[in-house]
């Protein structure tokens, strides 16, 4: 069973950039499919971005509106996600996940997802 190990959260004050890495413990990029997904107190938990096995077109929520950008190192068999100009409204625990069938129409629902990260926290505040 793979397993994921995520990394890079902090506080930051509001219009600042982070970079969370989400490193696999196996080859994963032929296997799984990888999204991202946060979820902030008291809120239910929502996808911001998948990677496909194999591929490289990455989708995003429309909450991201540019400001968050997926990638992917197979060598390291990491997954990043870079966030910049956040805001407070950006706070919540992010997570990795990795799914091996994921329904096209469903990329961005955490509920298609077997395997999952623990999460860092990430707050926005001055």
């Known amino acids: 069973q793979v397993q994921l190990v995520e990394s890079g959260g902090g506080l930051v004050q509001p219009g600042g950039s982070l970079r969370l890495s989400c490193e696999a413990s196996?080859?994963?990029?032929?296997?799984?499919?990888v999204g991202w997904f946060r979820q902030a107190p008291g809120k239910e938990r929502e996808g911001i971005s998948f990677i496909p096995k194999g591929g490289s077109r990455i989708i995003y929520a429309d909450f991201v509106e540019g400001r968050f950008t997926m990638s992917r190192d197979g060598a390291k068999n990491t997954v990043y996600l870079q966030l910049n100009n956040l805001t407070p409204k950006d706070t919540a625990v992010y997570y990795c996940?990795?799914?091996?069938?994921?329904?096209?129409?469903?990329?961005?629902?955490?509920?298609?997802?077997?395997?999952w990260g623990r999460g860092p926290d990430v707050t926005v505040s001055s």
């Open positions: 996940a990795a799914g091996r069938a994921i329904m096209h129409t469903a990329r961005l629902d955490a509920n298609n997802y077997t395997v």
């Open positions: 196996i080859f994963i990029s032929g296997q799984y499919n």
